[in-house]
């Protein structure tokens, strides 16, 4: 298939700290003579706010689920290379700014209805139509309109040239959901979720998990010559405190984790009946402060707080060696990442001479929500202490997700704590949400026109580089300005009972599970 001069693979790479027991790779999982049947039983430490692909709120978080229930046209291979998933094919026109996609035929979505152009155009048209409100909308931000050639063929036309087009179609806003499905549910789709993936739908029990069985009709085929998935079903379980993940999986009622902490690593590794998993991605663990009233609208209390925190201290008693002290959320295994940016430096002095300067009243007292997650609290309660060092009282609020969420893009906080899975499949994945001039996440509610336009050009800039160099611009720029205090990224594993066969992961971590099977033991 055709491909334009620029180039959107990636290979994904992780590193792993010397003197500690070292994962498995996914290969310790694989097997030759797959066997049918059984459910796997999977753990997940965020619950979906919505399984409409273009409706929620953690991206990557939320394709552990969406995964099993839906596909793309394309997706990505386990090196971060894309690949034909509902389209076999695409071209590009001569100036680089209009796709064209070959259709699988003979595809169905689970409630019968065929998958084709039409149903292909419905869901992009929708994703990107500022009616429909979707917090992913802005991934698919450079597709002018969508054109049905005949049923089998589709051709999206682009704005601009761009660097992110076809990486954005194979992840969770370029999902293709039944048309039938949408129109008959409304806005309660996102609870009766359709799709073509290889698992259907059966429950969604709130706070507890979500239920799916195999899809009879899905099109993959097994080694055996037989239609894909292995599984009879999967069973996805909400559980947010690790102590209890590592109960679960070390008893055998959960068959495989989503990530574990680190200090949980070596456990894994000693027990017979476990396999440690490297993971391709890991979490960037941030601080936003709220920009948009008092105390944080003031610079000068910003830059106290980044001088205030002693991240290389936080970062190796948080991850004991699988991390790396970052100067914003973009991984060191990522393209965009620039080593020459400045982290800001642990200095107590300063940042009681800045809480000096900005007077309006001292000891100032704050409220900094997080997540009710690890390694969440244990973070917050070292910047906690910290801060109390340089003569801040700041309260740590607890919160379910569903209720962080809301309150943050509300601008109904003080300081809050944020983690991201990453690297993405590209950069304008983390720029463009967070810090673009339409950001669906921009938690500090900063306006910076510079930042701005340094975001939307390097997403429609197709030569790498240059791209490179104008993420560097925004991130300068970011740090310049203090409206975030990023704290480190830190390596991932996950635990699998080594009965699970076969077990793939997806460019940002998720599971990919329809050519997973069970052992007998």
């Not at 921009?442 to 939307?456: E, H, R, T």
């Amino acid at each position: 298939m055709d491909k334009p001069a620029f180039d959107r693979r990636r290979v994904l790479k992780t590193g792993v700290a010397a003197g500690i027991a070292i994962s498995a790779p996914l290969s310790a999982l694989a097997a030759d003579l797959p066997l049918r049947g059984g459910t796997l039983t999977c753990s997940l430490d965020t619950q979906p706010k919505s399984l409409d692909p273009i409706m929620g709120d953690a991206p990557t978080s939320d394709r552990y689920v969406l995964l099993g229930l839906y596909e793309g046209l394309l997706r990505f291979d386990e090196k971060g290379n894309l690949e034909p998933a509902l389209a076999v094919s695409w071209t590009w026109n001569g100036d680089n700014t209009a796709i064209t996609f070959k259709l699988r035929r003979g595809v169905v979505f689970h409630d019968g209805t065929p998958f084709d152009a039409e149903a292909a155009a419905f869901n992009l048209r929708r994703a990107i139509d500022p009616a429909t409100n979707a917090p992913r909308r802005g991934d698919l931000a450079d597709i002018q309109s969508v054109d049905v050639i005949d049923a089998s063929t589709l051709r999206v036309n682009l704005k601009a040239t761009s660097g992110a087009a076809l990486a954005s179609l194979a992840v969770e806003a370029g999902m293709i959901s039944s048309p039938t499905a949408i129109n008959k549910f409304g806005a309660d789709f996102g609870r009766n979720p359709v799709g073509t993936g290889p698992f259907k739908f059966v429950e969604w029990i709130s706070g507890t998990g979500v239920n799916m069985v195999r899809n009879d009709r899905y099109w993959r085929m097994g080694v055996d010559k037989k239609p894909l998935p292995y599984l009879d079903g999967i069973n996805m379980r909400f559980i947010t405190s690790t102590a209890v993940k590592m109960v679960e999986v070390k008893s055998g009622n959960v068959l495989l984790t989503d990530t574990i902490t680190p200090k949980d690593f070596d456990e894994v590794t000693a027990n017979k009946a476990l396999v440690l998993v490297r993971n391709p991605v890991g979490i960037a663990q941030w601080v936003a402060f709220n920009t948009t009233k008092p105390p944080f609208n003031n610079p000068a209390i910003r830059a106290a707080f980044n001088a205030a925190i002693d991240r290389e201290g936080i970062m190796k008693a948080i991850t004991r060696g699988f991390g790396k002290v970052t100067p914003t959320l973009i991984a060191p295994a990522d393209w965009a990442y620039d080593n020459t940016l400045k982290v800001p430096a642990y200095d107590p002095a300063r940042a009681k001479k800045l809480l000096a300067q900005a007077g309006g009243g001292m000891p100032l007292t704050v409220t900094m929500s997080i997540i009710q997650r690890d390694p969440d609290t244990q973070v917050a309660q070292f910047i906690q202490a910290q801060l109390r060092n340089v003569g801040v009282d700041m309260k740590i609020e607890v919160l379910e997700r569903q209720a962080f969420v809301p309150k943050v893009l509300g601008y109904q906080y003080e300081v809050a704590m944020g983690r991201i899975n990453v690297p993405r499949a590209d950069p304008d994945h983390v720029f463009g949400p967070f810090f673009g001039a339409q950001a669906s996440q921009n938690w500090a509610g900063f306006k910076n026109s510079a930042i701005f336009d340094a975001v939307d050009l390097a997403r429609r800039e197709s030569n790498q580089a240059k791209r490179k160099a104008l993420y560097s611009q925004a991130q300068r720029l970011l740090l310049e300005q203090d409206y975030y205090a990023f704290l480190f990224f830190r390596d991932t594993r996950i635990a699998a009972n080594r009965r699970v066969k076969n077990l793939k992961l997806d460019i940002g971590g998720a599971w990919l599970l329809a050519d997973a099977w069970l052992s007998k033991a």
